[in-house]
């Protein structure tokens, strides 16, 4: 029997020699330089750009960037084709590419006034190559609320004792956002006495489970969970848009758009009110997460568990080593090449993050030299999270992967309890307590995903730098173009939760899974791509090696990925072949086809524009930054 904790080993020595070796090469090949004035000095206006403590923004960052992909990724693909090829990925790709992509996003953009990725290529490709990885950007974004709200509404109906737990630490991040910025209270005792709080809303949780409608079928809630609906006399929720849909029960369709409003107002509120605080404190349920499962692995693996027949962590029998290129029976025609490399997304490689580096983290980067832990440090944490979620799922194990998302999720609690009985704590706990992580990175990724939805539409409209809009006008009349509208604070999150939103209730969003990753995926290769022109407009001595290789491989491995979701999956399989059943996943196949096809086509048409600025850059070079171009 193989022991779980060599999936943690073979991470912890590839991370570490990046961090250690390869990250100090990279910030020197960066001429990172604490002299130098941040964004967020410059433009420092209490909204955006807000000078912040590196402890404080690490939270942010890490919280933001490690939502419930580097979860679902993961144990999907390790119970598809194997847990050995879903390790190989996460451990090698991680500090070669991934951790690269963060940290030289977020330097970049420190460098470009804390503007965004699309707003860097357009320096020097010219506005149109700006706006097509804007609006590359911004659709990926859309996926991204899509799947997070959707994942969000899963745990809340598998875990009800997470609902109570996770108003409780809402609530507690906006009263800590008082305390720190309007009453000035001291950081340390505050912390403190929050953080406990926080924990304290666990065991509330576990006491108080929530839930809005009833269970159906022969799913059940813990004893004692409140229904709202039973409460209300509002019935069983059948009449609740897609709670027909397989697998959409009623208690998950409602929740979706509750999800999708509270992501909404987050993002319009400063971000000293909601944001920072409750990403800080929320980052002590995510390092007691990823960092206890991993002392408790090594624990459990020295004195043994009382939780497993085997009496320690091992990997359950269930989970094959290798599953063979199309992957285990039962989870369709599923190709190793290309399929593992963007169903494993965030964990290794996630192009989100350079929208998450270049939107709001280089807005509140205090010094330059920061960038090092915040961006290849952030990233290699979101890696240890990706193996401690493939860890739960070898104690777990997972009799069905062609499951999908909702499958997969509970595994991950079920696992991570058993894991922390190596600790003493009881499985009731640890369990609820995994659940809470787990929906603590998802909320914090789908508001500051709608936030930088707004960036991306400011940039597209035409902002200039540290200036904000409101959508309303002084007066409270909307405002008539529909480029303000796009761009207001309070409109913006409203036209990217409507298609979203249809895309979820469409009852084929297990499919959205795959389109999230391929798209996320090919955004990364884009990220690479601006700063491999960023550097060789900078100067010809700078090699291009380190971002030009991850983008190459990034690039090929998505287009071919979509390729297959767009032709095979949507085009032959449901559309053809009838898999699509009903006018809604007729034509959420059909979208899904469609956009697939248009983010291939921006991607080519942007490495075109890229390819051709570094060649004529490195072929005329004469010394300063070459000029914007004026197509």
């Not at 996770?166 to 910025?181: E, H, P």
């Not at 993050?353 to 944490?381: C, F, P, W």
């Not at 500051?448 to 200039?464: K, N, P, S």
């Amino acid at each position: 029997m193989t022991q779980v904790i060599w999936i943690v080993l073979a991470v912890l020595v590839t991370f570490s020699v990046g961090y250690l070796g390869y990250s100090k090469y990279l910030a020197r090949f960066l001429e990172l330089d604490d002299d130098n004035e941040t964004p967020a000095h410059k433009y420092e206006d209490g909204q955006e750009y807000v000078p912040s403590k590196k402890p404080v923004l690490l939270g942010h960052h890490y919280s933001s960037i490690a939502g419930g992909a580097p979860i679902v990724g993961p144990i999907t693909a390790g119970a598809v084709w194997g847990w050995v090829p879903a390790l190989l990925w996460i451990a090698i790709g991680n500090p070669l590419m991934g951790s690269v992509h963060d940290f030289v996003s977020l330097s970049g953009s420190l460098r470009h006034e804390g503007k965004s990725i699309g707003y860097i290529i357009g320096e020097y490709i010219g506005e149109g190559g700006k706006n097509m990885l804007l609006w590359f950007a911004f659709l990926t974004i859309i996926l991204v609320v899509a799947v997070f709200a959707l994942v969000v509404a899963i745990v809340f109906d598998a875990f009800p004792q997470v609902t109570t737990a996770s108003f409780v630490y809402i609530a507690l991040a906006f009263l800590l956002g008082v305390y720190l910025y309007q009453l000035n209270g001291p950081f340390l005792p505050g912390t403190v006495v929050f953080v406990t709080l926080v924990f304290a809303g666990v065991y509330a949780g576990i006491q108080y489970p929530f839930a809005l409608f009833p269970a159906v079928g022969d799913a059940s809630y813990p004893a004692g969970t409140l229904v709202l609906a039973d409460v209300l006399n509002l019935g069983t929720g059948q009449w609740i848009p897609g709670s027909s849909a397989t697998a959409m029960n009623p208690n998950r369709a409602a929740w979706v758009p509750i999800i999708m409003v509270y992501a909404g107002i987050a993002s319009a509120l400063p971000v000293w009110v909601l944001l920072q605080p409750r990403d800080y404190l929320s980052s002590f349920l995510l390092y007691a997460g990823v960092g206890g499962a991993l002392v408790a692995v090594i624990v459990g693996t020295i004195f043994g568990t009382a939780a497993t027949d085997s009496g320690s962590l091992v990997i359950a029998d269930s989970m094959g080593a290798f599953n063979g290129f199309w992957g285990v029976e039962g989870a369709g025609l599923a190709p190793l090449f290309p399929l593992l490399f963007i169903t494993i997304a965030c964990g290794t490689i996630s192009g989100f993050h350079s929208l998450v580096s270049s939107g709001t983290t280089a807005k509140q980067l205090n010094k330059e030299t920061d960038a090092r832990l915040i961006g290849y440090g952030g990233m290699l944490g979101e890696g240890l999270l990706a193996a401690v979620a493939l860890s739960t799922l070898a104690v777990a194990g997972f009799a069905d992967p062609a499951g999908g998302i909702g499958a997969a999720l509970p595994n991950f609690a079920t696992g991570g309890g058993i894991i922390f009985t190596s600790l003493g704590i009881p499985q009731t706990f640890g369990a609820p307590f995994m659940a809470l992580v787990l929906v603590s990175f998802l909320l914090t990724s789908t508001d500051t995903a709608v936030r930088l939805g707004r960036y991306m539409m400011e940039e597209i409209v035409g902002l200039r730098a540290g200036e904000t809009a409101s959508g309303f006008e002084v007066g409270g009349g909307l405002r008539s173009t529909l480029g303000e509208i796009g761009r207001g604070r309070y409109t913006n999150p409203v036209v990217q939760a409507i298609p979203a939103y249809l895309m979820v209730i469409s009852g084929e969003w297990l499919t959205l899974w795959a389109l999230f990753g391929g798209a996320n995926q090919l955004l990364a290769a884009l990220a690479l791509l601006t700063a491999t022109v960023w550097l060789a407009n900078w100067d010809d001595s700078k090699q291009l090696y380190s971002t030009g290789v991850p983008m190459a491989i990034m690039t090929t491995i998505t287009i071919l990925g979509l390729s297959w979701l767009a032709f095979y999956s949507n085009l032959y399989q449901n559309l053809i072949q009838g898999g699509a059943e009903g006018t809604a996943a007729i034509a959420s196949s059909t979208v899904q086809m469609v956009l697939a096809l248009v983010l291939i086509g921006l991607a080519l048409a942007l490495v075109k524009k890229g390819y051709d600025n570094i060649s004529t850059v490195r072929e005329n070079y004469g010394g300063g930054v070459a000029e914007p171009s004026d197509d």
